[in-house]
């Protein structure tokens, strides 16, 4: 069973908390906004513990480091049966900056050429109801777990 690991980053802004979420790159989701957004997160290997990997990941899709104290979200199983084990962080970074790792792949379909795209083309922090719209329907008990705990 394919596993990932991820960090949902918080913060507050006027004393009203602002979560953060990541678009993924690519052809295919590039006019989907509702219900696209993520945690930024990704697989890892059995041998590997799932809080480094969330670590590493947001790394490889942000091309930032995060540090701190990490508290335990709930796992969640997405619709294609992918585990997904999250924490949370209260941190700041902004956005604009994020840099992504690429993956290719073959585009247009069926043409035998491929194209470099990046695995997360934007990101940015939302208030709760924009958070909930944006997510994806999968990790929306991971987002509304978090915004219980900061109440």
């Known amino acids: 069973m394919k596993q990932s690991a991820g960090v949902l980053l918080y913060r507050f802004t006027n004393n009203e908390v602002e979560f953060f979420l990541v678009h993924p790159g ?3 989701w590039a006019k989907k906004d509702s219900g696209a957004w993520s945690i930024p997160k990704g697989e890892f ?28 979200l709930s796992t969640v199983k997405q619709k294609g049966g992918k585990i997904v084990h999250a ?23 069926k043409s035998r050429q491929t194209q470099q795209f990046p695995e997360i083309d934007k990101a940015g922090w939302f208030k709760i109801n924009a958070a909930k ?17 900061l109440k």
Not at 60 to 70: K, L, P, R, V
């Open 26 to 28: 690519g052809p295919f």
């Open 45 to 72: 290997s059995e041998n590997e513990d799932p809080l480094e990997a969330a670590k590493r990941e947001f790394w490889e899709e942000t091309g930032m480091t995060i540090s701190g104290n990490f508290s335990r």
């Open 87 to 109: 924490w949370a962080l209260e941190s700041d970074l902004d956005p604009a900056v994020i840099k992504s790792n690429m993956f290719e792949m073959e585009w247009p379909p």
């Open 133 to 149: 719209e944006k997510i994806l329907s999968s990790q929306l008990p991971i987002l509304e777990e978090l915004n219980k705990l």
